[in-house]
Every structure is written in C-alpha cells, then in structure tokens.
C-alpha cells in the first residue's frame, strides 16, 4: 500500500527566509507526486506535480520539488518565503492508472512566516 | 471561472438529522471524490464515482451515501450524523483515471450538535 511521510508538523521560517518541507513516500513503482496547499477554511490548491522526465518540478507561486527516487523524496522548495505563504502544505501520491485508489496524503506540515 | 463548486460552504445539523452536501463541476470530468477531513487530519477518502459507476472504500461507514444524478452533480448524504462526523468534507474531480490528478473545490464544514 502506497503511504506518505511528512516529518514535521509545524515549520516556522522568517519572511523572506528560504522554505524546505519534505515528504517521503512509499510506492512500489514511480508515484505520481503531488504538493497541494489548504489555506484556513479552504479547500486544497495544486502547487505542482510530477509524473516523469524532468525531476525539478516548477509549480505556482514560486514553489518547486524535486524528486529524488533513491530517497524516495519528493521535498518542496521556495527560496523566499512571503507572509501569505502561511497555511498547511499537503504531499500527496497516487499511482500510475491509480485514480480509483484517489490520493493518499500525508498528515500536513503546517507553515508559520515570522515578521 | 469557479471549476469545482460545493454548497452550501457551512452545514450545521443536528445529532442524527440527515444531511446532504452538494457539489458541482464544469470540468466535464468523469471521476468525482469526496473527502473527508478531520481537523488537523489528512483529508480520507470515502468514495468515489467514474462517470455512474460508484466505488466506495472500504472502510466508509454505511452512514456515508452517494448520488451522482449527472456528469455535473454530485450529493454526498449522511442518513444519521454523528459528533464524530463534524468535518470538512472536500469534493475533487478528475477527468479519468490516468493521471489522477484531482481538482478540488473548497469544501463544506459540517458541525453537529
């Protein structure tokens, strides 16, 4: 069964600081890797996915993820953060003809911007 | 410009009074989900529709229906709610199966008292 990993819960960065959050998966083949945002109250936003070729992935608002096979990563990236990123980052995953399965995402990792 | 529309965006209902959440798309997609997101939780899914065909996951208690009248539309009902079934409930759709990249709409947030 294909699982996600999101290590840490709460991440708080300076505004203007870089960003990493990471996510781990396991899949036994290559997922199809998502990262979704959720502002309070809202539903979730696509940042970008990947599904081959290239493994730097480019998303909105300045984001960008790259897979890593070998460790099985899939970390998302931003290299100034800015006070409206604050909200909850979901890494997903779904597998190849796998969307009667849905996705499966991780628990969240929840982004606080210092002033 | 909205692409995935659910209604209403706040439900209040009482303990076991049925409930119906609505959602609806322009996306022409065949494959529609309904999540459930508890709060600080992943969002779960309960079951999903390809075009009529319905399939629900194995886990989602019985209290948990669908109807899916159309291409657009989609309920999602709850015959007897539950405390423990105060959540955001998200609607997602994708065009098929291939890619299974999902659009989302923003939700409805259920209470129960």
């Known amino acids: 069964a294909q699982s996600v990993t999101q290590p840490d819960i709460h991440i708080t960065v300076s505004e203007g600081a870089s960003l990493e959050l990471r996510c781990n998966y396991s899949?036994?083949?290559?997922?199809?890797l998502f990262w979704y945002v959720q502002s309070p109250g809202q539903g979730l936003q696509l940042l970008l996915k990947y599904f081959s070729g290239d493994t730097l992935v480019q998303g909105i608002k300045g984001f960008e993820a790259e897979f890593k096979r070998s460790q099985s990563s899939f970390n998302l990236r931003k290299p100034s953060v800015h006070w409206s990123d604050a909200a909850e980052y979901f890494c997903?995953?779904?597998?190849?003809?796998?969307?009667?399965?849905?996705?499966?995402f991780g628990k969240g990792t929840h982004l606080i911007i210092q002033p | 410009d909205a692409m995935v529309i659910q209604n209403p965006r706040y439900q209040v209902t009482q303990f076991g009074k049925p409930v119906t959440l609505s959602c609806s798309q322009t996306?022409?997609?065949?494959?529609m989900y309904w999540y459930q997101q508890k709060s600080s939780q992943a969002p779960k899914l309960l079951f999903h529709y390809y075009d009529k065909d319905f399939n629900n996951e194995a886990d989602t208690p019985d209290n948990f229906q669908s109807r899916r009248p159309n291409t657009s539309f989609c309920f999602l009902d709850i015959r007897s709610p539950g405390l423990g079934d105060a959540a955001m409930y998200l609607c997602?759709?994708?065009?098929?199966?291939?890619?299974?990249?999902?659009?989302f709409g923003p939700g409805t947030r259920l209470t129960v008292l």
């Open positions: 997602a759709t994708s065009r098929d199966y291939t890619y299974n990249e999902q659009f």
């Open positions: 997903a995953v779904g597998g190849k003809g796998g969307g009667a399965d849905g996705l499966t």
């Open positions: 899949y036994g083949a290559t997922p199809y």
């Open positions: 996306l022409n997609h065949n494959v």
